[in-house]
């Protein structure tokens, strides 16, 4: 069976192209710095919000047209994973992501959820050996059913971390068994209300305790997997405890885990938490802990996560441009987890909104590389900070000085000069070389 006959293979055609089927910008061969576009960016389709998202929100029902909706139980998992396996063809994307509840339906108690999954898992493999998509990260959804209501490894009800361990457990079999490259922590209820009710330092303890067990059944089973953390700042909880790179970086050293973790940064997360993407992507980069991405954006105009997919070509370069500093993401990728808006219903939107991201990192990494090759970031920062290659800021960063030293040097000042930051000319030189990226200069 096939869910989207009316649809062949998206190639590249180039920007000049009015077929809204073809990559304008994506061409998975074009040599960037020493990779091609395709290794650089690490395509994944995110199954959960491009095969069951329904698009029902808060004040409405569901608007998708989903033709393998006609199916009910296990007979809708097996049409999603048909579909998916013919979008991932007919996209030419390397890699999938998805948690458990995505691809199969829970069961009315654990050992029926876990044959379901074993039942996919193996059709699954089937149509692996036959694709070159292959799974970029799974992980366990551990945060919509309402067993999670007060958390799951965090929880205050041992029975539910004794659960949530269970279906991690199988996640991490499962990500073994399909070859997954990395396996993600997402503390969807990792988090809470009010300290009124809450032991935040045994909810914080059990969390460490949860990926240090996580860590040892991962080498008890020979899962090599890069483990990855996902940070968001609210939503559904008022305080995550994983709120940005930076507090997952602290709870990670706090509790022996920053050898085993590395971060999994998403757009829209960064601006809820207060920040830019590059923000996080620069924090994560710097700390030698950016292992991949979830691509996506929000809206300027709302305050929660709208899961974009991404299209502001200023984002997407700056992101590439970090990645590109970190010498690509390594076994990590760009999963879109990213859905179309409530009012792009049919399918064929599916394949307009990825095709929208794909070309939009693709401009960005082109963008990133040639700012990168004519030095013109790198120009600016080693200008701007010139005072520390030298004289007392010299002695600084070489740690030959003290308040002593520092004193008698600032007594020795009639005046402190500054230079321009000139924030406005730079951006317009951002503008610029964007532009030139899109006449083909």
């Known amino acids: 069976m096939t869910f989207f006959n009316d649809i062949g293979q998206i190639k590249y055609e180039g920007a000049n192209s009015t077929n809204p089927f073809a990559f304008k ?9 020493n990779k091609t576009v395709e290794e650089y960016l690490r395509f994944g389709v995110a199954y959960w919000h491009t095969f069951t998202m329904d698009g029902s929100d808060p004040f409405g029902a569901g608007t998708m047209v989903r033709p393998w909706d006609k199916y009910k139980g ?8 048909e579909a998916a396996f013919e979008f991932f063809e007919k996209l030419n994307v390397p890699y999938f992501c998805f948690h458990d509840v995505d691809i199969a339906p829970e069961g009315s108690n654990l050992r029926e959820t876990n044959k379901n999954l074993d039942t996919i898992v193996d059709l699954m493999k089937g149509y692996m050996k036959d694709s070159k998509t292959k799974l970029l990260w799974n992980t366990a959804n551990n945060f919509t059913h309402p067993r999670f209501i007060h958390g799951a490894a965090s929880s205050n009800n041992a029975d539910v971390f004794a ?7 199988k996640g991490l079999e499962i990500g073994k068994e399909l070859g997954a490259e990395n396996y993600v922590f997402w503390g969807g209820r990792e988090g809470y209300e009010t300290l009124l009710n809450t032991d935040m330092k045994l909810e914080m303890d059990n969390l460490g305790r949860f990926f240090h067990m996580a860590v040892d059944y991962a080498k008890e089973i020979g899962f090599d997997a890069q483990f990855l953390i996902e940070p968001k700042p609210k939503e559904p909880t008022t305080h995550q405890y994983d709120f940005d790179v930076a ?7 706090n509790y022996d885990l920053q050898d085993h973790f590395k971060f999994n940064i998403e757009a829209n997360h960064a601006t809820l938490a207060g920040h830019t993407f590059e923000h996080e992507l620069n924090y994560a ?14 809206h300027p105009l709302l305050g929660w996560d709208t899961d974009e ?5 200023h984002a997407t370069t700056l992101a590439m441009y970090e990645i590109i500093k970190n010498g690509g993401l390594g076994r990590g990728g760009l999963n879109f987890d990213a859905k179309v808006r409530r009012g792009s219903f049919e399918p ?24 990168i090759d004519d030095n013109v970031l790198e120009e600016i920062v080693e200008n701007r900070y010139s005072s520390y290659k030298e004289g007392i800021g010299l002695d600084v960063v070489q740690g030959k000085t003290d308040f002593q030293k520092l004193e008698d040097h600032a007594l020795g000042l009639s005046e402190i000069s500054h230079q321009s930051g000139r924030l406005e000319q730079i951006k317009a030189t951002l503008n610029q070389y964007l532009l030139k990226a899109y006449a083909g200069e």
């Open 348 to 371: 064929e939107d599916l394949f307009h909104a990825h095709i929208a991201g794909m070309d939009s990192f693709a401009v960005g990494l082109k963008v990133a590389q040639k700012l």
């Open 309 to 313: 997919f991404p299209t502001d070509l």
């Open 247 to 253: 507090s997952g970086f602290a709870f990670l050293q």
């Open 163 to 169: 659960y949530s361990a269970a279906k991690v457990k």
């Open 25 to 33: 910008f994506y061409n998975p061969e074009e040599k960037v710095g």
């Open 74 to 81: 296990m007979d809708l998992a097996k049409s999603r994973l």
């Open 285 to 298: 980069r710097i700390n030698d802990m950016l292992g991949s991405v979830d691509a996506n954006q929000g």
